[in-house]
């Protein structure tokens, strides 16, 4: 009977070491990221290394038809000064990366970021995938043994992206059409119809789909990212009033002759823009064809109301209108924003003032 018994236990002692360790594989990839149209977005190049230590290698990276190279910085966390490391472009179409040291001072650590790359991401692209493919990968261990991987071609998503301000809207253009339709985050995209001495009046597109080089204000939650889709059925708006940026920042020649969109005493509309202020690119403003001096309301088409925000702040990627932003807005002691300025001290205009 206890032979019987040292048998089993023979057994499950040979089935339980005959299950092979999990080991993760060395190789360099490329780090999640989501590439937005119009603007630089940086990424990482990963090195995993579980198995070796790794005291030099290097890949040829081949950046798809849309995103140019700007720069890239190192990691130094993992490169050590001994490193030297390189990210040039080659005639055959790809960018080499180039890790080495002379010493042969092994790569600190066993994951983590290699380099990040910057790239700015044209705007005539069409939402969807893009493929990054890393090749020839080559590493040099600290046993000086050679080491090549597999080459690997990774899916990322391209979008386009408007970003809902504080005031519930964002102003927005693009050099093609879009179709807003499919967008969750979107709730509403308004042209300016009309106008009056202090108003302008906003009319919903109801199909949502926006010619290229159009002007919008796109309604939607505060903090939320809506992302349109590019579509050959542009159809036609006539008499907006909304002048694009879609294919360049524009820089205000004199106070008036721009109007942004902005929130100031808790109030949405557009403002007029001191001379020298930039709108950036991809924005829309309303032009110097108002008779007011501080301050354009907006009306709805259907039902005709103010807009009011109860947020404040400046908005829409705009640093400032003018000069004289601060002077209406108090913080407290410990930097926050308030509502209601009552007895006690606070923040104006970075100055101290005493309300009694």
């Known amino acids: 009977m206890k032979s019987i018994i040292k048998i089993k236990i023979t057994l499950c002692l040979i089935v339980l070491f005959a299950i092979p360790n999990i080991v993760l594989a060395d190789d360099i990839t490329i780090g999640d990221v989501t590439f937005v149209e119009g603007k630089e ?13 790794y005291t030099g290698f290097q ?16 990691n130094n ?28 001072t092994p790569v600190a650590g066993t994951s983590g970021t290699i380099i990040k790359v910057t790239v700015r991401v044209k705007d005539n692209l069409d939402p969807g995938i893009t493929t990054i493919d890393v090749k020839n990968k080559k590493f040099r261990d600290s046993n000086n043994g050679n080491n ?11 979008v386009i992206e408007a970003k809902i301000g504080n005031s519930g809207y964002c102003s927005f253009s693009w050099p093609r059409a879009l179709d807003f339709s499919n967008c ?52 036609t708006i006539d008499n907006n009033l909304f002048i694009p940026t879609s294919e360049g920042t524009f820089t205000v020649p004199k106070k008036g002759d721009a109007w942004a969109l902005a929130v100031k005493s808790g109030k949405t509309g557009f403002y ?15 032009p110097a064809s108002f ?11 259907n039902p005709d109301e103010d807009l009011v925000s109860e947020d404040a702040g400046i908005v829409d990627g705009i ?25 006690g001290i606070y923040i104006q205009n970075n100055k101290k003032v005493i309300i009694k």
Do not use: W
């Open 291 to 301: 008779s007011a001096k501080s301050f354009i309301m907006i009306k709805q088409e």
């Open 319 to 343: 640093n400032t209108l003018n000069g004289n932003d601060a002077q209406d807005t108090y913080y407290d002691l410990q930097g926050r924003r308030v509502s209601t300025a009552r007895h």
């Open 272 to 286: 007029p823009c001191e001379a020298g202020v930039v709108i950036p690119q991809y924005k829309c403003y309303l």
């Open 148 to 158: 090549i991987f597999e080459e690997t071609s990774q899916n990322f998503i391209l």
């Open 184 to 235: 969750q985050n979107c709730e509403n995209v308004f042209i300016a119809k009309d106008q009056g001495n202090n108003y302008v009046k906003i009319s919903s597109l109801d199909n949502k789909l926006v010619p290229a080089n159009t002007g919008v204000l796109i309604q939607g939650t505060p903090g939320d990212v809506v992302n349109p889709q590019t579509t050959d059925n542009e159809g």
């Open 59 to 74: 890949c040829d990276i081949y950046l798809p038809e849309g995103l140019e190279y700007v720069s890239f910085s190192r």
């Open 77 to 104: 966390e993992r490169l050590q000064s001994q490193h030297t490391s390189t990210f040039t472009y080659n005639s055959k179409g790809y960018y080499r990366l180039l890790v080495y040291s002379m010493p042969a």
């Open 41 to 53: 977005v940086t990424f990482d190049v990963v090195l995993n290394n579980p198995s070796k230590m």
